[in-house]
């Protein structure tokens, strides 16, 4: 194995922190200087951003003490929470939630991004404060860590890992793109038809099945009998992530069925990977005469009528069986609904048989990530 050498952080890159200009000036924001929070990574799922939710002027730049991070810097998020990296895909400034990492000559900055990936965990463990964790730049600028001496091997081990994330996020914008053209279909074909539509309701086209929570004493972890979704925390962009099961599932959803989030916020949409428990913050939309993929454009077309229901309630907006079985929804004819079905269905396929790729893709990176960050398996004679 080639060398590899001890540093601390601070020996490998700079370590920057950010600032936040006074929000009681609005003059400070809406420019052309792209500005970075955490909260901005924590639906994001690539590794180059270019720009957060807010922007700044040169004004609200000036006025406080955020810095210019040159592109290839690694972002890392330490407060709020811990741990969210990212690679600045061109010059950006962040908020005091980062300790970002301009490299040096000495490491690679796409072994850096993929070195805090694996240092995570430790990193998170050093955070301190009473009202959240927050790793200090003292502390950030002290993390120990060990990288290869020569360039060309870092390379490589980033290479290695760089080939996997890269399909992951090509099959992620294939699936994005080809939502896009299934909705921009379902407008053309269905909302903007010349054909003439009859009014009718939800409860016409499927089956409606409210979530019913199984007590707690049967959730694991383990994979241990049926997998469960209590609400929206699971969702992902198609399909939600496995986190828990449950050894007595009292509501079960049909494999490719619609789940809707019926607590706040109403009418969130994912796509049932497989059978699954449903709790009570779901409900389940199936279609009666195998249209579901009409089924489920039809629920991203109710968005705004969903979102009605947000904040209705005492505590927090929700919606009643009653009221989904009686969502007003325009019905076409059947030869229309078989031929948006002909086109968007196999479209639909190709989403899940990406989403079922990247799942393997995800299990294969994370379990080479350690092995490669700590030079367990040596890349040094690889020609990649």
Same mark, same amino acid.
């Given at each position: 194995? /080639? ?47 270019? /720009? ?201 959803? /049909? ?115 350690? /092995? ?13």
């Amino acid at each position: 194995m /080639k060398e590899w050498i001890e540093y601390k952080l601070s020996d490998i890159g700079e370590i920057v922190g950010g600032a936040t200009p006074s929000t009681k000036d609005e003059s400070n924001y809406d420019g052309d200087i792209p500005w970075l929070t955490p909260k901005d990574l924590s639906t994001f799922s690539e590794r180059y951003i270019e /720009k957060g939710g807010r922007s700044i002027t040169k004004k609200g730049f000036n006025s406080c003490s955020t810095k210019m991070l040159p592109e290839n810097s690694v972002l890392f998020s330490s407060r709020a929470p811990i741990g969210y990296v990212v690679i600045a895909a061109n010059e950006i400034c962040t908020n005091q939630g980062f300790k970002s990492v301009i490299p040096n000559e000495k490491v690679y900055f796409l072994f850096l991004y993929y070195l805090l990936k694996y240092k995570k965990p430790d990193i998170e463990g050093m955070g301190s404060g009473t009202t959240f964790k927050e790793v200090s730049g003292n502390v950030m600028k002290n993390i120990v860590v060990r990288i290869p001496k020569d360039i060309k091997v870092q390379r490589r081990i980033a290479e290695i890992l760089d080939s996997i994330d890269s399909k992951i996020e090509n099959n992620n914008q294939i699936n994005r793109n080809l939502s896009e053209q299934a909705m921009a279909i379902y407008k053309e074909l269905i909302l903007n038809s010349s054909e003439k539509c009859s009014e009718g309701v939800l409860s016409d086209i499927a089956n409606i099945i409210m979530g019913q929570s199984p007590k707690g004493d049967t959730y694991n972890e383990n994979g241990e009998g049926s997998v469960f979704y209590q609400g929206r925390a699971e969702f992902g962009d198609r399909f939600p992530t496995r986190r828990l099961f449950t050894t007595a599932p009292k509501r079960m959803a /049909k494999e490719n069925s619609v789940l809707m989030s019926v607590r706040a916020p109403v009418g969130d949409v994912n796509v049932a990977y497989e059978a699954c428990c449903i709790g009570r913050g779901l409900c389940s939309v199936a279609s009666k005469d195998d249209h579901q993929s009409f089924v489920l454009y039809t629920m991203y077309s109710l968005k705004e009528q969903f979102d009605v229901y947000n904040g209705e309630g005492t505590v927090f907006g929700s919606i009643n069986k009653d009221s989904m079985n009686g969502m007003t929804i325009q019905i076409p004819n059947k030869a229309l609904m078989d031929k948006f079905e002909e086109i968007v269905s196999p479209m639909d396929a190709i989403i899940k048989a990406n989403y079922e790729e990247n799942c393997r893709l995800i299990t294969m990176r994370d379990s080479l990530l350690p /092995k490669l960050m700590s030079g367990e398996l040596d890349v040094s004679e690889l020609d990649i």
